[in-house]
């Protein structure tokens, strides 16, 4: 079966300071990849997808950038944080085959950036 | 632009009452249409979907939704609310030959014991 890993679970950084939040799939072969960021407990807002290796779809202007360097990972980075980059991060996967619709979340990172 | 609205911020129910959450959407051609639920710092969990064909269809832990094309909506529902059903669920639009899902802001559901 597929799996999902979102690590780490919890963050805190400073203002300034580097971010890399790592994501994984298991089970599955060329998965569509998803970051989402979901401020204040409510909307989730998608920031970056990715359809194959090394092909990112930004969604939003921000301080963030995403990478896709194997076919079943997916990094989310900044280089400088800012507070308004505090929030909840989730990862999800989509099967690539038209029969699999539905997407699948990871349990999330909670960053606060202090 | 394509959108989704979940017109309630919160739904309060009595547990054993039967419970809706309402979703209605702006999505270009015929889309698939998910709902998932969210408990604290988790992350999202599937809980059914509408590609074609019955306009009513049933998944998870006893929910199921109604598809109306006339409407645009893909309202949830369920017979028969639990206190564990007290959840954030997001309905969420996906445009047919697209790979985005488009969630709107949640409804908060409380179930009352």
């Known amino acids: 079966s597929q799996t999902i890993h979102q690590w780490p679970a919890t963050l805190v950084q400073p203002v300034g300071s580097p971010l890399s939040l790592e994501c994984t799939v298991e089970?599955?072969?060329?998965?569509?990849l998803y970051w989402y960021r979901q401020a204040a407990g409510r909307g989730l807002q998608l920031l970056f997808y990715?359809?194959?290796?090394?092909?990112i779809s930004s969604e939003v202007p921000q301080n963030l950038s995403a990478s896709r360097p194997q076919d079943r990972q997916f990094i989310l980075s900044s280089k400088k944080l800012l507070l308004s980059d505090s929030g909840f991060y989730l990862c999800?996967?989509?099967?690539?085959?038209?029969?699999?619709?539905?997407?699948?979340f990871g349990q999330g990172t909670r960053l606060t950036v202090v | 632009a394509q959108s989704v609205a979940q017109p309630e911020d919160q739904v309060n129910v009595a547990e054993g009452n039967p419970l809706t959450v309402k979703c209605t959407y702006s999505?270009?051609?015929?889309?698939?249409l998910f709902w998932y639920v969210q408990y604290p710092n988790r992350g999202l969990q599937f809980l059914l979907k509408?590609?074609?064909?019955?306009?009513l269809v049933k998944g998870s832990y006893g929910f199921e939704a109604e598809f109306n094309k006339s409407q645009t909506s893909f309202h949830l529902k369920k017979p028969s609310a639990l206190v564990s059903d007290s959840a954030l669920y997001f309905c969420?639009?996906?445009?047919?030959?697209?790979?985005?899902?488009?969630f709107g802001t949640g409804t908060r559901l409380k179930v009352l014991a």
């Open positions: 999800a996967w989509s099967g690539a085959d038209r029969r699999n619709t539905e997407a699948f």
């Open positions: 509408y590609i074609t064909g019955d306009n």
């Open positions: 089970g599955t072969s060329n998965p569509n």
């Open positions: 969420a639009p996906r445009a047919s030959g697209t790979y985005k899902y488009i």
């Open positions: 990715s359809v194959g290796i090394g092909q």
């Open positions: 999505v270009s051609g015929n889309p698939y």
